[in-house]
């Protein structure tokens, strides 16, 4: 053969094994459920519209966030300056695992009444750890900061504050 044909035989190969590693990965994402907003109906009285007369589907806590992608979880406690509960503060992250970081997970939240939010699904070894977990409320921002590979299982607060440029 020609090395013009082991040059096309090879290009063949990788369009094929980058083909089948995008349909792998599009197979394998993860499963990302939404957070109810702050202001909608929450605790043992919401309930879905069920599907063709089947029972209704409660959400049992609706502060908690899935994302299906690992074993780990964190619970944060949002809290402001003096150490009062902030409810319903947005806490959000971006993760990216896998091989290459190619899978990337977008998850959200809102603190309940007592401050209380929980991430779980959260894969082991991330590739930008340590991950930063932002929650925001009007004005007021903080930060709380997990390595899953060190700390798999968390509990950390965040303080909330007015940035200093603002103050």
Sequence with gaps: MTRRH??????FCLLAL?????W????????????PAPWAETGS?????PPHGSQPVQNPNPYLMDGGAGPCSIDLHVVDTGGKPISTAFIRVHIAYG????????????????????FT????KPK?????FYATKGELFGVANMNPASECQARHDIVMDVPKGKK
Excluded: W
């Design 121 to 124: 699904g959260i894969p082991e």
């Design 99 to 118: 091989f290459g970081g190619f899978h990337k997970l977008d998850m959200s939240v809102y603190s309940d009444p007592e401050g209380k939010a929980r």
């Design 18 to 22: 980058a083909a089948a590693g995008l």
């Design 45 to 49: 009285q919401a309930q879905a519209t």
């Design 24 to 35: 792998i990965g599009l197979l394998s994402r993860a499963e990302v459920k939404n957070a």
């Design 6 to 11: 082991h040059s096309l035989r090879y290009l």
């Design 128 to 132: 930008n750890a340590p991950l930063q």
